[in-house]
Protein backbone atom coordinates (compact mmCIF):
# COMPACT_ATOMS: atom_id res chain seq x y z
CA UNK A 1 0.00 0.00 0.00
CA UNK A 2 2.42 2.03 0.75
CA UNK A 3 5.00 1.22 -2.12
CA UNK A 4 1.81 1.77 -4.34
CA UNK A 5 0.63 5.56 -2.94
CA UNK A 6 4.92 6.38 -2.89
CA UNK A 7 5.12 5.17 -6.74
CA UNK A 8 1.59 7.45 -7.26
CA UNK A 9 3.22 10.26 -5.91
CA UNK A 10 6.22 10.00 -7.65
CA UNK A 11 4.04 9.64 -11.05
CA UNK A 12 1.99 12.95 -10.41
CA UNK A 13 4.97 14.42 -9.63
CA UNK A 14 6.85 13.68 -12.91
CA UNK A 15 3.37 14.48 -14.36
CA UNK A 16 3.08 17.59 -12.80
CA UNK A 17 6.45 18.55 -13.57
CA UNK A 18 5.97 17.62 -17.45
CA UNK A 19 3.05 20.05 -17.79
CA UNK A 20 5.01 22.10 -16.19
CA UNK A 21 8.41 22.33 -18.74
CA UNK A 22 6.44 21.03 -22.00
CA UNK A 23 6.27 23.65 -24.61
CA UNK A 24 2.73 23.98 -26.07
CA UNK A 25 3.99 26.10 -28.86
CA UNK A 26 4.24 24.03 -31.96
CA UNK A 27 7.80 23.49 -33.78
CA UNK A 28 6.76 25.76 -36.30
CA UNK A 29 7.11 28.58 -33.76
CA UNK A 30 10.31 30.20 -34.37
CA UNK A 31 10.59 32.59 -31.48
CA UNK A 32 12.26 36.13 -32.24
CA UNK A 33 14.99 37.32 -30.09
CA UNK A 34 14.53 40.58 -31.64
CA UNK A 35 11.70 42.50 -32.24
CA UNK A 36 13.23 43.37 -36.28
CA UNK A 37 11.28 43.45 -39.32
CA UNK A 38 13.51 40.78 -41.05
CA UNK A 39 12.67 38.64 -38.25
CA UNK A 40 9.31 38.89 -37.60
CA UNK A 41 8.79 38.44 -41.06
CA UNK A 42 10.17 35.36 -41.56
CA UNK A 43 9.22 33.47 -38.56
CA UNK A 44 5.33 34.61 -39.31
CA UNK A 45 6.29 33.44 -43.09
CA UNK A 46 7.38 30.23 -41.38
CA UNK A 47 4.01 29.42 -39.11
CA UNK A 48 1.04 30.48 -41.34
CA UNK A 49 1.26 27.28 -43.67
CA UNK A 50 0.47 25.06 -40.88
CA UNK A 51 -0.58 27.48 -38.62
CA UNK A 52 -3.82 27.82 -41.30
CA UNK A 53 -3.92 24.11 -41.60
CA UNK A 54 -5.68 23.80 -38.22
CA UNK A 55 -3.99 22.87 -34.63
CA UNK A 56 -6.63 20.14 -33.33
CA UNK A 57 -5.33 19.42 -30.31
CA UNK A 58 -4.95 23.34 -29.47
CA UNK A 59 -8.21 23.64 -30.53
CA UNK A 60 -7.62 25.78 -33.30
CA UNK A 61 -9.94 25.19 -36.55
CA UNK A 62 -8.81 25.29 -39.75
CA UNK A 63 -8.47 28.35 -41.89
CA UNK A 64 -7.15 26.74 -45.31
CA UNK A 65 -9.40 25.05 -46.30
CA UNK A 66 -12.41 26.78 -44.08
CA UNK A 67 -15.78 26.81 -44.95
CA UNK A 68 -18.99 29.63 -44.67
CA UNK A 69 -21.76 27.75 -43.95
CA UNK A 70 -24.25 30.60 -44.92
CA UNK A 71 -23.53 34.06 -45.46
CA UNK A 72 -26.03 36.17 -46.61
CA UNK A 73 -25.20 39.41 -48.09
CA UNK A 74 -28.03 42.16 -48.06
CA UNK A 75 -27.59 44.50 -50.63
CA UNK A 76 -29.36 47.42 -52.21
CA UNK A 77 -31.84 45.88 -54.27
CA UNK A 78 -30.31 42.92 -54.17
CA UNK A 79 -30.36 39.51 -51.90
CA UNK A 80 -27.25 37.72 -52.37
CA UNK A 81 -26.62 34.51 -50.57
CA UNK A 82 -23.64 32.08 -50.27
CA UNK A 83 -23.73 28.82 -49.48
CA UNK A 84 -21.06 25.88 -48.29
CA UNK A 85 -18.65 28.88 -49.24
CA UNK A 86 -15.23 26.70 -49.21
CA UNK A 87 -12.17 29.52 -48.91
CA UNK A 88 -8.75 28.17 -49.66
CA UNK A 89 -5.53 29.76 -50.36
CA UNK A 90 -4.11 30.97 -46.89
CA UNK A 91 -1.65 28.64 -46.71
CA UNK A 92 0.39 30.51 -49.25
CA UNK A 93 0.04 33.97 -48.13
CA UNK A 94 3.05 36.21 -48.68
CA UNK A 95 3.57 38.26 -45.52
CA UNK A 96 5.13 41.94 -46.52
CA UNK A 97 5.37 43.64 -42.72
CA UNK A 98 5.23 42.83 -39.13
CA UNK A 99 5.73 45.03 -37.12
CA UNK A 100 5.45 44.23 -32.97
CA UNK A 101 6.27 47.17 -30.84
CA UNK A 102 5.83 45.20 -27.02
CA UNK A 103 5.97 48.15 -24.95
CA UNK A 104 2.89 50.09 -27.21
CA UNK A 105 1.07 46.43 -27.15
CA UNK A 106 0.62 47.52 -31.14
CA UNK A 107 1.08 44.77 -33.84
CA UNK A 108 0.59 45.25 -37.54
CA UNK A 109 0.79 42.54 -40.16
CA UNK A 110 0.71 43.14 -43.64
CA UNK A 111 0.58 40.23 -46.31
CA UNK A 112 -0.94 39.71 -50.11
CA UNK A 113 -2.49 35.99 -50.65
CA UNK A 114 -4.57 34.61 -53.78
CA UNK A 115 -7.97 33.52 -52.63
CA UNK A 116 -10.50 30.68 -54.13
CA UNK A 117 -13.80 30.67 -52.95
CA UNK A 118 -16.11 27.88 -54.40
CA UNK A 119 -19.70 27.02 -53.31
CA UNK A 120 -23.36 27.62 -54.28
CA UNK A 121 -25.14 30.95 -54.35
CA UNK A 122 -28.84 32.49 -55.00
CA UNK A 123 -29.35 36.04 -55.68
CA UNK A 124 -32.53 37.83 -56.16
CA UNK A 125 -32.60 41.64 -57.65
CA UNK A 126 -30.45 43.75 -59.39
CA UNK A 127 -26.47 43.83 -60.07
CA UNK A 128 -25.71 47.67 -61.13
CA UNK A 129 -28.32 47.58 -64.16
CA UNK A 130 -29.27 44.16 -64.43
CA UNK A 131 -31.84 42.59 -62.83
CA UNK A 132 -30.84 39.06 -61.08
CA UNK A 133 -33.13 36.03 -60.39
CA UNK A 134 -29.98 32.99 -60.04
CA UNK A 135 -28.93 30.15 -58.12
CA UNK A 136 -26.07 27.65 -59.12
CA UNK A 137 -22.42 26.98 -58.63
CA UNK A 138 -20.10 30.10 -57.74
CA UNK A 139 -16.48 30.87 -57.84
CA UNK A 140 -15.07 33.74 -57.08
CA UNK A 141 -11.23 33.95 -57.67
CA UNK A 142 -9.11 36.67 -55.58
CA UNK A 143 -5.73 37.91 -57.12
CA UNK A 144 -3.16 39.53 -54.98
CA UNK A 145 -5.34 40.40 -52.17
CA UNK A 146 -3.51 43.08 -50.10
CA UNK A 147 -4.06 43.51 -46.67
CA UNK A 148 -2.87 45.78 -43.76
CA UNK A 149 -4.36 44.11 -39.58
CA UNK A 150 -3.54 46.78 -36.76
CA UNK A 151 -3.57 44.66 -33.58
CA UNK A 152 -3.69 46.55 -30.07
CA UNK A 153 -2.59 44.17 -27.34
CA UNK A 154 -2.32 43.25 -24.20
CA UNK A 155 -0.74 41.00 -22.02
CA UNK A 156 -2.53 38.83 -19.45
CA UNK A 157 -2.20 36.29 -16.84
CA UNK A 158 -3.59 33.14 -17.00
CA UNK A 159 -4.87 31.23 -13.70
CA UNK A 160 -1.74 29.97 -13.43
CA UNK A 161 0.42 33.05 -13.79
CA UNK A 162 1.84 32.32 -17.12
CA UNK A 163 1.82 35.63 -19.37
CA UNK A 164 0.26 36.04 -22.95
CA UNK A 165 -0.64 38.39 -25.35
CA UNK A 166 -4.22 38.88 -25.68
CA UNK A 167 -6.12 41.06 -28.37
CA UNK A 168 -7.47 44.50 -27.42
CA UNK A 169 -9.47 45.40 -30.48
CA UNK A 170 -8.74 45.33 -34.24
CA UNK A 171 -9.07 46.93 -37.71
CA UNK A 172 -7.87 46.57 -40.85
CA UNK A 173 -7.95 47.94 -44.41
CA UNK A 174 -7.51 45.94 -47.50
CA UNK A 175 -7.68 46.03 -51.80
CA UNK A 176 -8.75 43.39 -53.82
CA UNK A 177 -5.42 44.06 -55.47
CA UNK A 178 -4.74 42.79 -59.25
CA UNK A 179 -8.38 41.01 -60.01
CA UNK A 180 -11.44 39.29 -58.95
CA UNK A 181 -13.05 36.60 -61.35
CA UNK A 182 -16.82 35.83 -60.57
CA UNK A 183 -17.93 32.81 -62.44
CA UNK A 184 -21.59 32.20 -61.14
CA UNK A 185 -23.44 29.96 -63.04
CA UNK A 186 -27.24 30.40 -63.67
CA UNK A 187 -27.52 34.33 -62.72
CA UNK A 188 -30.55 34.39 -64.95
CA UNK A 189 -33.00 30.63 -64.48
CA UNK A 190 -34.54 31.49 -67.46
CA UNK A 191 -31.50 32.15 -69.94
CA UNK A 192 -28.23 30.74 -70.19
CA UNK A 193 -27.07 33.66 -72.86
CA UNK A 194 -28.22 36.45 -70.66
CA UNK A 195 -26.65 34.60 -67.96
CA UNK A 196 -22.87 34.23 -70.10
CA UNK A 197 -23.32 38.16 -70.83
CA UNK A 198 -24.30 39.60 -67.28
CA UNK A 199 -21.09 37.79 -66.30
CA UNK A 200 -18.87 39.08 -68.74
CA UNK A 201 -20.07 42.75 -67.98
CA UNK A 202 -19.86 41.75 -63.86
CA UNK A 203 -16.23 40.55 -64.62
CA UNK A 204 -15.10 43.57 -66.84
CA UNK A 205 -16.36 45.82 -63.88
CA UNK A 206 -14.73 43.38 -61.13
CA UNK A 207 -14.10 46.34 -59.19
CA UNK A 208 -17.00 47.64 -58.94
CA UNK A 209 -18.70 44.54 -58.34
CA UNK A 210 -16.24 43.72 -55.18
CA UNK A 211 -16.36 46.37 -53.25
CA UNK A 212 -19.96 46.26 -53.80
CA UNK A 213 -20.41 42.86 -52.20
CA UNK A 214 -17.08 41.74 -51.35
CA UNK A 215 -17.00 43.32 -47.49
CA UNK A 216 -19.01 40.88 -45.91
CA UNK A 217 -17.12 38.25 -47.06
CA UNK A 218 -13.62 39.61 -46.30
CA UNK A 219 -15.12 40.78 -42.65
CA UNK A 220 -15.88 37.71 -42.22
CA UNK A 221 -12.43 36.09 -42.97
CA UNK A 222 -10.73 38.37 -41.13
CA UNK A 223 -13.35 37.64 -37.82
CA UNK A 224 -12.12 34.03 -37.92
CA UNK A 225 -8.81 34.84 -38.41
CA UNK A 226 -8.65 36.99 -35.42
CA UNK A 227 -10.60 34.55 -32.99
CA UNK A 228 -8.09 31.95 -34.00
CA UNK A 229 -5.19 33.66 -33.12
CA UNK A 230 -6.87 34.86 -29.95
CA UNK A 231 -7.36 31.23 -29.31
CA UNK A 232 -3.64 30.69 -29.89
CA UNK A 233 -2.81 33.50 -27.83
CA UNK A 234 -4.54 32.08 -24.83
CA UNK A 235 -2.90 28.38 -25.32
CA UNK A 236 0.51 29.38 -26.01
CA UNK A 237 2.46 31.36 -23.32
CA UNK A 238 4.47 34.72 -24.33
CA UNK A 239 7.52 33.47 -23.50
CA UNK A 240 7.15 30.81 -25.92
CA UNK A 241 6.07 32.95 -28.88
CA UNK A 242 8.74 36.04 -28.13
CA UNK A 243 12.37 35.57 -26.47
CA UNK A 244 11.98 39.46 -25.21
CA UNK A 245 10.85 39.82 -21.26
CA UNK A 246 7.36 41.27 -21.18
CA UNK A 247 7.18 44.79 -20.46
CA UNK A 248 6.12 45.69 -16.85
CA UNK A 249 5.12 49.28 -17.63
C1 LIG B 1 17.51 33.24 -30.72
O1 LIG B 1 18.66 32.95 -29.92
C2 LIG B 1 18.84 31.57 -29.69
C3 LIG B 1 19.99 31.41 -28.69
O2 LIG B 1 21.08 32.20 -29.06
C4 LIG B 1 19.11 30.87 -31.01
O3 LIG B 1 19.28 29.49 -30.83
C5 LIG B 1 17.90 31.09 -31.94
O4 LIG B 1 18.15 30.54 -33.20
C6 LIG B 1 17.62 32.59 -32.08
N1 LIG B 1 16.37 32.73 -32.78
C7 LIG B 1 16.28 33.34 -33.95
C8 LIG B 1 14.94 33.36 -34.58
O5 LIG B 1 17.22 33.92 -34.48
C1 LIG C 1 -1.03 35.13 -57.29
O1 LIG C 1 -1.16 34.73 -58.64
C2 LIG C 1 -0.47 35.58 -59.54
C3 LIG C 1 -0.84 35.17 -60.96
O2 LIG C 1 -0.99 33.81 -61.08
C4 LIG C 1 1.03 35.49 -59.26
O3 LIG C 1 1.75 36.31 -60.13
C5 LIG C 1 1.26 35.94 -57.82
O4 LIG C 1 2.62 35.79 -57.47
C6 LIG C 1 0.41 35.14 -56.85
N1 LIG C 1 0.50 35.75 -55.51
C7 LIG C 1 0.69 35.04 -54.40
C8 LIG C 1 0.66 35.78 -53.12
O5 LIG C 1 0.86 33.83 -54.40
Redesign the pocket.
Known sequence: MVLRLGSCIVILVISLCDVGVAKLAPDFI????QTTKE?LVK?TQDAIPDFVKGIPDLGLPSLDPFVIDKLAIPLNGLKVTFYQGKVTGFRNCIVDNVISELEKRHFVLEFHCNLTIKGQYDAVGQILVFPINGEGDAKVKLTNLRMKVDINTKYIKDNKGVNHFSIKNYKYTFDYGDKVTFDLQNLFKESKELSNTVLTFLNENWKTVAEEFGKPIVDYAVELAIRTIEKFFLVVPYEELI?IPIPQN
Do not use: Q, T
Open positions: HPCNCAN
